[in-house]
Every structure is written in structure tokens, then in C-alpha cells.
């Protein structure tokens, strides 16, 4: 094969690639992005994290949702001290770091 024949595989493979990433490429770039949410959720597992406790409201909403989602108990209260005490206790308790 000569040099010319080479670069024409060559520029077609590149095409061929470059075609294929407009339609699936993007949705795989998307699939793959991680928000803050889910690196959280994934700290908290990685330490035998089981249970939340926390307050409900409008700004914690979606995480809330997305821990419950991903197995993890959520215990909510009316008043930030109780949440304190509850973790605290569950955490002397379960010898595991109180969230």
C-alpha cells in the first residue's frame, strides 16, 4: 500500500468516528456526569452510612428524594436539635458517624 491509500483509511476511520459520537456520544457524555447529589450519596455508602437524619424543606428536597431512592433511610424532624440528638444517639449506638 502507498502513503495516499493510508491517509484515505485513515480520514474515512476518522469520519466514521466523528458520525458515531454526533448521535451516541452525546448521550453517553451526559449519562456519564455526576452531580453533587450523587457524590454525597456515594460518600455516605462508602462509609456504611445507613440512615439520615435532617430537617424537610424545599432546599434538601431533591437529595432527600435521591437518598431514598438510592436505599438509604431518611428521618426527618421539625427541629434541628431533635435531628442532633437522634444522630448522636444512633451514632454511640451503632458505633458508625451520626449524619
Known amino acids: 500500500m502507498n502513503d495516499a491509500t493510508t491517509r484515505k483509511q485513515g480520514t474515512a476511520a476518522a469520519a466514521a468516528d466523528t458520525s458515531n459520537?454526533?448521535?451516541?456520544?452525546?448521550?453517553?457524555?451526559l449519562?456519564?456526569?455526576?452531580?453533587?447529589f450523587q457524590l454525597v450519596i456515594d460518600a455516605l455508602k462508602l462509609n456504611g452510612i445507613d440512615t439520615i437524619f435532617g430537617l424537610p424543606g424545599i432546599p434538601i428536597t431533591d437529595l432527600t428524594r435521591k437518598l431514598?431512592?438510592?436505599?438509604?433511610?431518611?428521618?426527618?424532624?421539625?427541629?434541628?436539635?431533635?435531628?442532633?440528638?437522634?444522630?448522636?444517639?444512633?451514632?454511640?449506638?451503632?458505633?458508625?458517624?451520626?449524619?
Open 31 to 36: 449519562a456519564q456526569e455526576t452531580d453533587g
Open 21 to 29: 459520537a454526533g448521535s451516541g456520544g452525546e448521550s453517553d457524555r
Open 68 to 99: 431514598q431512592r438510592a436505599g438509604l433511610r431518611v428521618i426527618s424532624f421539625r427541629h434541628e436539635q431533635n435531628a442532633g440528638y437522634a444522630a448522636s444517639i444512633a451514632g454511640f449506638m451503632t458505633g458508625k458517624p451520626g449524619i
